[in-house]
């Protein structure tokens, strides 16, 4: 399978507090792009990160890339409760696959004030 | 304006009867997606559409039939439904090689 794995499953933070996820997978990607899913809600895009990157920030996240490692972390700075959600990892394997994302299992952050 | 819409956003229904379930998007993309999600909230891909062309179709069970009348639409029809089809269904639409894809809110299925 080439579905990615997240760590933490879970993880509750304070107001304030910075909040970290990883993700890894298994095989070459063309690109890697965070997700962020509030309860009951569709998935929002957050950030894309390319094979030939290393970092990238848009706001207060930023997104590391290893390809030697094939991982990927996501780091919000300065977190708000309406951070809460699930966030999830996909990787994009390029257009002869369609353009399809594989998705990690996702973290659940959860913020409080 | 709604850049990916579902309907219906719930649907409750019983095992063996057909069901349908659309999406439109406003986004002028090429291509749209459909994705299930489970109770454990993970994500699938079923199928992928570019152009009305289906793309990807991924080991999906036969009962599971796309359709797209044209590059705006990409509806989902199931025949014969079953108790483990309940889920979310996400559809989601993105311009080809552009990477970022836009999902609808999903349509939560519940098979009794």
């Known amino acids: 399978s080439q579905q990615g794995e997240e760590d933490p499953q879970a993880l509750s933070i304070q107001e304030g507090e910075n909040a970290t996820m990883n993700c890894s997978y298994k095989?070459?990607?063309?690109?890697l792009q965070w997700y962020r899913q509030n309860s009951g809600r569709g998935l929002v895009h957050l950030i894309l990160i390319r094979s030939n990157e290393r970092e990238k920030h848009s706001g207060r996240l930023r997104v590391t890339l290893d390809t030697s490692k094939k991982s990927s972390s996501l780091l919000i700075t300065a977190s708000r409760a309406a951070d809460t959600a699930s966030y999830f990892c996909a990787t994009d394997y390029g257009p002869n696959q369609g353009g399809k994302l594989i998705f990690g299992q996702g973290t659940e952050l959860s913020v409080k004030p | 304006d709604t850049a990916v819409s579902q309907t219906p956003k719930y649907l409750v229904t019983q095992m063996g009867n057909d069901k349908s379930i659309k999406c439109e998007q406003n986004l002028g993309h090429d291509t749209m997606y459909w994705y299930k999600q489970d109770s454990k909230k993970f994500l699938k891909i079923m199928f992928s559409?570019?152009?009305?062309?289906?793309?990807i179709n991924e080991t999906v069970p036969n009962r599971f039939s796309p359709k797209s009348p044209d590059k705006a639409h990409l509806n989902l029809h199931i025949n014969s439904l079953e108790l483990g089809d309940s889920a979310v269904y996400f559809c989601a639409s993105s311009q080809a090689g552009a990477g970022e894809q836009y999902f609808g809110p999903g349509t939560r299925l519940t098979v009794t």
């Open positions: 095989t070459s990607i063309n690109n």
């Open positions: 559409y570019n152009n009305k062309e289906l793309i």
